[in-house]
């Protein structure tokens, strides 16, 4: 099920964008294979079977020093239409298993790499983290509010947003690409370069003038009176996002500042801080839930904030059915939805001696070849 159904994809292991991207090719309908490494490290946030990214896979472990568990991945990569890794630039290769020895294997193989910094530049080899990454591409320093420190939006704009889905778009692209031609390729995924993709509109905003490099001073960046998040009396909050005239009409209309001249010029920017003063006052006399009796159904550009806690349960998402259960686990279900090839259900990842036997069998080992690599510890 799903519209990449038929697709085989090796995941070679690691943390963040790499299974990220897996995660998302999987919902989708490709079949998903992850090679964890052995002996295995401690996972960083606990089990690898129940993490979310690590959803509707096949896993296997194999020990990848050694040449029988070299020439396993190469033959799992036969079979395959691609191959995802974020190692750092080199270490595929040193292991035999870099894109030269893989598309000789297989001609057609999309090869993916994903890396902070590419495949080569002055920073390439060096290590990083998504707060790094996305400090480079001119991200980082505009996100935060006036008169503060740039502030690390968790790891959504690097890892995710500019790794991951990159990542996945870029393994589509090509896949299309090799089905086409019958010649896969190698996709090189920096997360400096994808966070930067992000800022498009940002650059272009600022190209025109319309952009200032002082965060918090923008429209959308906190700057605004109208684009912001406010407190209500119970302690939690509500975002309001009334760009347009006609929704920052309505917005004073339902606030009874129809008529406060304070309000009226929408665009000027030395009025913000003021007009916000005043709005952050205003919010405070009433609880989130009563200004969703107040705003909800309109068109102020208007929605309560959710703690993760919260966002599961909220009627919208409840009738969207935008988050699933997996073994006890709340997660987001897969996005975006498909009219003719509807995704299936996530499940969590199955690894097992009797998977692996099936994945073995599958790309040709005997019974005997599977017992002997066993023994001798090529997989666990």
Not at 28 to 33: N, Q, Y
Not at 166 to 173: C, R, T
Not at 177 to 202: F, I, N, P, Y
Request: aromatic letters at 6%; glycine letters at 12%.
């Amino acid at each position: 099920m799903g519209p990449l159904s038929g697709i085989r994809i090796i995941e070679i292991a690691g943390i963040g964008p790499g299974p990220f991207c897996g995660m998302m090719l999987a919902d989708h309908g490709a079949e998903v294979i992850r090679v964890d490494r052995t002996p295995a490290g401690p996972a960083l946030f606990g089990s690898s079977v129940k993490d979310v990214l690590n959803r509707s896979r096949k896993g296997i472990s194999v020990n990848l020093k050694s040449p029988e568990g070299t020439e396993l991945v190469r033959r799992l990569c036969r079979s395959a239409d691609g191959l995802i890794e974020g190692f750092r630039p080199g270490v595929m290769e040193r292991l035999g298993l870099g894109p030269d020895v893989l598309l000789q294997d297989n001609p057609k193989l999309v090869y993916g790499r994903m890396t902070g910094w590419g495949q080569d530049g002055p920073y390439a080899h060096t290590a990083g983290h998504d707060i790094n990454y996305i400090a480079l591409s001119g991200a980082l320093h505009a996100i935060g509010r006036a008169g503060e420190k740039p502030l690390p939006p968790i790891n959504l704009v690097g890892d995710f947003g500019g790794g991951g889905m990159m990542l996945a778009f870029g393994m589509v692209a090509a896949l299309l690409k090799a089905r086409e031609t019958g010649a896969g390729q190698v996709v090189d995924c920096a997360m400096t370069e994808g966070s930067a993709v992000l800022m498009s509109m940002m650059y272009s905003i600022r190209s025109s003038g319309h952009w200032t490099d002082k965060r918090g001073s923008n429209i959308i960046d906190s700057g605004a009176h109208f684009y912001d998040t406010y407190e209500t009396s119970d302690g939690r909050f509500i975002s309001l996002g009334a760009v347009e005239p006609q929704f920052y009409r309505q917005l004073l209309e339902l606030l009874g500042l129809s008529h406060d001249e304070e309000f009226q010029v929408q665009m000027d920017a030395r009025r913000w801080p003021r007009l916000k003063d005043r709005l952050t006052e205003l919010f405070k006399t009433r609880t989130r839930d009563e200004w969703c009796r107040v705003f909800e159904g309109t068109d102020v550009c208007f929605a309560p904030v959710m703690s993760m806690a919260e966002a599961p349960a909220h009627a919208h998402n409840a009738a969207r059915r935008a988050f699933v259960e997996i073994d006890g686990v709340v997660q987001p279900a897969p996005a975006p939805r498909y009219s003719a090839t509807p995704t299936h259900a996530p499940t969590a990842m199955t690894s097992s001696e009797a998977v692996t036997a099936e994945l073995l069998s599958d790309i040709g080992y005997s019974t005997t070849e599977i017992d002997r690599i066993r023994s001798l510890g090529v997989v666990v």
